[in-house]
């Protein structure tokens, strides 16, 4: 069995696409397309940047979702194989799971950069900038990385400074867990990790604290937004971040998105769950993030990930 996989915020880059558009109008098009949603030249900032507009939120997640999808048309025009035929299962991590929903035709394209672009957006204004944080806990399971943020939390309110958000935001792997909230407790939390376990603690260069509760007015926007989008049943089922099961019920697909705003990306036991399930295949499309993770969650499954028309070519082969 096999799964398609596709990546979240962060693997981003100035000149993403560049080298699959020459190689492939079907990859053209589909920057143009959403190009066209948006009302904007996103693919220019793709290409060209500057960086710190690529890496705006609102800019980043349709960006790499748009990368991801030009991935696999460039797969499914130009060697004729369809996801519907080759995959039992898709998933993405965070944003990544609009990409795999608008894969599996549960969205169609327009659709899908234009709630990445709210989503984006809403999930910005949600905290005012400086005022949240996400650190990265490195040589940290997710009981450890737990135990730390609960000593944040639990000594900044022994000390009178109220209690502040300090959660696990993504249980990527075995070795790597992030956590969010307001940035007092997360610095503390950086503080305390080494003492309690972890090999390292890093500060990650976002501008909020996504998949935490004070993201609840993203939350919010994303369910209004949500609520006005076509959902189609998928062609596979979505395993879903924010309950690592698999869903194809639009009602289902809607709730999960929403809850996943504020809910933890549960990576890991999404991959667990699905080499349960049977998958031993995972193919990620888009980037080379998720690949490294799945290994280490499950060393004994096959891993792919499909960037460039050579690796298109080298999946073709295997498929």
């Not at 900038?129 to 309110?157: F, N």
């Not at 698999?246 to 769950?273: C, Y």
């Amino acid at each position: 069995m096999r799964a398609f996989i596709f990546p979240g915020q962060g693997s981003q880059s100035v000149g993403m696409g560049a080298a699959l558009t020459a190689a492939s109008p079907v990859a053209r098009e589909t920057f143009e397309e959403v190009d066209d949603a948006l009302g904007q030249k996103l693919y220019r900032i793709m290409v060209d940047g500057p960086q710190d507009d690529l890496t705006l939120t609102e800019n980043a997640q349709p960006a790499i979702m748009a990368n991801a999808i030009a991935t696999l048309r460039v797969l499914e025009k130009e060697a004729g194989i369809r996801l519907a035929d080759k995959a039992d299962y898709v998933a993405g991590h965070s944003l990544g799971e609009y990409s795999a929903l608008c894969a599996a035709g549960a969205f169609d394209l327009s659709t899908t950069a234009r709630l990445l672009k709210r989503r984006g957006r809403a999930m910005q204004a949600a905290v005012p900038v400086g005022e949240g944080a996400m650190a990265a806990l490195l040589g940290a399971d997710i009981d450890k990385a737990q135990a730390i943020a609960g000593a944040a939390r639990d000594s900044i309110l022994a000390e009178g400074g109220g209690e502040l958000v300090c959660t696990v935001a993504n249980d990527d792997d075995p070795s790597q867990v992030v956590i969010s909230g307001h940035r007092a407790a997360i610095e503390r939390a950086v503080g305390l990790a080494k003492e309690m376990g972890a090999k390292r603690a890093v500060l990650l260069p976002v501008s909020a604290p996504f998949h935490c509760p004070l993201m609840q007015d993203a939350a919010d926007a994303m369910d209004t937004a949500l609520a006005e989008a076509t959902i189609a049943a998928p062609f596979v089922p979505l395993f879903c971040n924010v309950d690592a099961v698999a869903i194809a019920d639009p009602g289902a697909i809607r709730a999960a998105l929403v809850a996943q705003v504020t809910g933890m990306v549960r990576w890991r036991e999404s991959v667990l769950a699905m080499a349960e399930a049977g998958v031993t295949h995972f193919v990620e499309f888009g980037g080379k993030v998720l690949g490294p993770m799945v290994k280490r969650i499950a060393p004994d499954v096959e891993v792919m990930s499909i960037v460039s028309m050579d690796d298109i070519e080298a999946l073709v082969k295997v498929l």
